[in-house]
């Protein structure tokens, strides 16, 4: 059940990231990528 959840958190921390409207600013006016494994869920 943790492995699952912590799989569920990792995909909607890489999901927000690439929905933020800054990160996609930037991949359009740099040609920036985001590297899929730099992202991490932050832990409150």
């Known amino acids: 059940i943790q492995a699952k959840n912590e799989a569920q958190r ?3 921390a890489r ?4 929905g933020d409207p800054l990160v996609q600013a ?11 494994e730099s992202v991490r869920p932050a832990d409150h």
């Not at 740099?30 to 899929?36: K, M, N, T």
Request: hydrophobic share 50%; charged share 40%.
């Open 10 to 12: 990792l995909r909607e």
């Open 15 to 18: 999901e927000a990231v690439a």
């Open 26 to 36: 930037l991949e359009e006016q740099f040609d920036a990528r985001v590297i899929p």
